[in-house]
């Protein structure tokens, strides 16, 4: 397992962490300040969220790489199905098909999708990651196309009913291989997965090259908010060194991504100051 202990390089922000994601929340940080402040402490890559985008990929990708990032990641396709999919399915598969072409111009390695949940009515997990595995298969040649790994972020149970209906490691697998397409792949994010103790063996079947992504926070004993209240590395009950190796395990050598939603906490914090916080954590406990 590599050391991160000094030599840090693979460390990258999910600028959500900052809290720019969400309307009256954040430091209100341009992704210029990001990109430089990132720089500046050693971070290596940094995944951005479409908002903050707007027509400016292709000169924020350039800027990144002229800092001496990457950019490893756009946050995110719209919801594919479900209750908070756009509708009609029309708009959704335009936004879709939008968000490869703004990770491409951004220069990002993947685009990630959380598909939506369950689909409305139909009572039926199955037949909605039948539908998500169907939507996927359709956009893959494009997203190929494109230069974007298409990385499909199964999210912890808690969200099955509204955000997403792929809620273990072994379902996207599954659909991986229903699609077939070697560019889909599949984001592993400590707060979705820490609770499953098959990730070890899930992870050998997907192996490193279909990894797209890995996340790195805490999931909190007595969260109060299953969306906006995940605890910085370390401050909560997740085995992040052991899913780390299970990460790297299968072959991924890839970043590791910081991304902590924390309305109440972390977002309150200095960016600055919070910035430095993540570079201690992440060389002392993950
Ligand atoms: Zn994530």
């Known amino acids: 397992m590599r050391n991160f202990s000094n030599e840090y390089s ?33 971070f290596g890559a940094i995944t951005f969220w479409r908002r903050e985008i707007g027509n400016k990929a292709f000169d924020i990708g350039n800027r990144v790489r002229d800092a001496g990032l990457e950019v490893c990641g756009l946050c995110r396709t719209p919801f ?22 703004m990770a491409a111009e951004l220069g990002a390695s993947c685009l990630t999708s959380v598909v939506g949940g369950v689909i409305e009515n139909s009572h039926s ?20 196309k494109a230069g974007v790994k298409f990385a499909l972020e199964p999210l912890n149970p808690v969200f099955g009913g509204n955000r997403s209906c792929l809620v273990t ?9 229903m699609v077939g397409d070697p560019n889909v792949a599949v984001a ?6 820490w609770w499953d103790l098959t990730l070890p063996e899930q992870l050998i079947r997907l192996g490193g090259e279909r990894i797209a992504g890995f996340h790195l926070c805490d ?3 007595d969260t109060n908010d299953f969306l906006l209240d995940r605890g910085m590395m370390g401050e909560g009950v997740a085995d992040i060194k052991s899913i780390r190796q299970a990460v790297e395990d299968s072959g991924y050598n890839g970043f590791c991504e910081v991304e ?7 977002w309150n914090h200095d960016p600055d100051k919070l910035l430095d916080t993540i570079v201690e954590r992440f060389r002392s406990v993950c």
Request: proline share 5%; glycine share 6%; hydrophobic share 45%.
């Open 10 to 42: 693979s460390l990258a922000l999910n600028t959500a962490t900052l809290g720019h994601n969400i309307d009256g929340f954040g430091a209100g940080w341009s992704p210029e300040k990001i990109i430089d402040a990132c720089s500046e402490k050693g």
């Open 219 to 221: 999931w909190l004993a």
């Open 260 to 266: 902590i939603f924390s309305k109440n906490n972390w």
């Open 125 to 144: 997990i199955k037949e909605s990651l039948m539908r998500v595995a169907e939507i996927t298969a359709e956009i893959a040649p494009y997203a190929n």
């Open 80 to 101: 594919l199905i479900g209750p908070m999919a756009p509708k009609p399915h029309s708009v959704m598969m335009d936004d879709l098909y939008s968000s490869i072409d």
């Open 188 to 193: 592993i994010d400590v707060y979705h997965v």
């Open 169 to 177: 490691v072994r379902d996207a697998i599954d659909i991986c291989e």
